[in-house]
């Protein structure tokens, strides 16, 4: 066998082995708790901050946590509308009463993970394929130490 077949297969093999460890260490389904409002995209901006306030959600957390999740559905005709809902992964509560289950792998990656500025996130709304109607639209917030917004993710599904 030539080198440079032996260099495919080699490469062939470590990519199935990568992608098939990235697949099981990625959640396909998160369950999440926190807060939503029926808000037009103008007071998103408000519902964060009711998400700050939230000291009844924030007092359950187990440690700092590495993520905040925004789901919208539910949109009006003009997307002008949503149901928003911002929470924490389940499994990093001591308790939640109320949640809701999203099905990651059912979306598409809009905005690779990394530090994007608002422009570039409401932009990024921008490039959805609005014909085949918007399901959702996820948004991975990763914090930072202190819980500052560092990057974000921007993911859309689908009908």
């Known amino acids: 066998m030539s080198l440079s077949k032996s260099l495919l297969i080699g490469l062939a093999a470590f990519w199935s082995l990568y992608t098939t460890a990235v697949?099981?260490?990625s959640p396909t389904k998160i369950t999440l708790s926190g807060i939503e409002k029926r808000a037009t995209m103008t007071q998103v901006p408000e519902l964060w901050l009711d998400f700050e306030k939230a000291n009844y959600l924030h007092s359950t957390l187990k440690n700092t946590p590495q993520?905040?999740?925004v789901v919208y559905k539910a949109f009006s005709k003009d997307y002008q509308q949503a149901d928003v809902y911002i929470g924490y992964d389940v499994r990093d509560l001591t308790r939640y009463k109320h949640s809701k289950s999203i099905k990651i792998n059912q979306f598409n990656q809009v905005l690779a993970q990394g530090k994007h500025t608002t422009k570039q996130l409401s932009d990024a709304?921008?490039?959805?394929d609005y014909r085949k109607q918007v399901e959702a639209v996820l948004e991975i917030h990763t914090l930072a130490s202190l819980g500052r917004k560092?990057?974000?993710?921007?993911l859309v599904q689908y009908k």
Do not use: G
């Open 125 to 128: 709304w921008k490039t959805f």
């Open 67 to 69: 993520k905040v999740y």
């Open 150 to 154: 560092e990057q974000v993710e921007l």
């Open 23 to 25: 697949a099981a260490t």
